[in-house]
T-cell receptor
Framework: AQSVTQPDIHITVSEGASLELRCNYS??????LFWYVQSPGQGLQLLLK??????LVQGIKGFEAEFKRSQSSFNLRKPSVHWSDAAEYFC???????????FGRGTSLIVHP | SQTIHQWPATLVQPVGSPLSLECTVE??????LYWYRQAAGRGLQLLFY??????ISSEVPQNLSASRPQDRQFILSSKKLLLSDSGFYLC?????????????FGPGTRLTVL
């Protein structure tokens, strides 16, 4: 069975500081990995995705994520956080042949001025 | 370009009343369609998904049901709402036959059952 773990329920950073949100997965083969962002009261929006190839993936809004097979991780990073980045972030995994993605429980990002 | 609509945006209903939430997708054909629920402070719970007209798969047994009467229309229903049905309901679509592609989410419906 596949699973996604986001170990941090809340993360608080100061505006301008760097950010790393953790995502660990469990899956027997190479997964398809995604990061989504959800602003309060809104739907989810794709930030970036990894299917294959370069393990460092660039996304929208200045985010990037690195796939590390040896650590079963797909952590999301941003060098300098803006107040508008305050939101809920979800890591997700899909596998070939399944219509159902697996989402992590989400990490709530709080940005202090 | 593709767009996804959900309505209503907010809904307040008494316990025991019926429910109908609608989701429509534009700009694509034969999408996979999904209904998710977010309870307060919790993650996404997949309720139903559909890979074609009239094809509905239920992930969680409950008093909700889903229907797909047209290719790009997905409806979530209940005959009698419970307090525990309160939450934020999200519709999503994807195009991949294998489910490996991006999911595109609607703006959501906030349901409060009193």
């Amino acid at each position: 069975a596949q699973s996604v773990t986001q170990p941090d329920i809340h993360i608080t950073v100061s505006e301008g500081a760097s950010l790393e949100l953790r995502c660990n997965y469990s899956y027997g083969a190479t997964p398809y990995l995604f990061w989504y962002v959800q602003s309060p009261g809104q739907g989810l929006q794709l930030l970036l995705k990894y299917f294959s190839g370069d393990t460092l993936v660039q996304g929208i809004k200045g985010f990037e994520a690195e796939f590390k097979r040896s650590q079963s991780s797909f952590n999301l990073r941003k060098p300098s956080v803006h107040w508008s980045d305050a939101a809920e972030y979800f890591c997700a995994l899909s596998s070939g042949g399944s219509y159902i993605p697996t989402f992590g429980r989400g990490t709530s990002l709080i940005v202090h001025p | 370009s593709q767009t996804i609509h959900q309505w209503p945006a907010t809904l307040v209903q008494p316990v025991g009343s019926p429910l109908s939430l609608e989701c429509t997708v534009e700009g694509t054909s034969n999408p996979n369609l999904y209904w998710y629920r977010q309870a307060a402070g919790r993650g996404l719970q997949l309720l139903f998904y559909s890979v074609g007209i009239g094809q509905i798969s239920s992930e969680v047994p409950q008093n909700l049901s889903a229907s797909r009467p047209q290719d790009r229309q997905f409806i979530l229903s209940s005959k009698k709402l419970l307090l525990s049905d309160s939450g934020f309901y999200l519709c999503a679509w994807s195009t991949s036959r294998g489910g490996t592609d991006t999911q595109y989410f609607g703006p959501g419906t906030r349901l409060t059952v009193l």
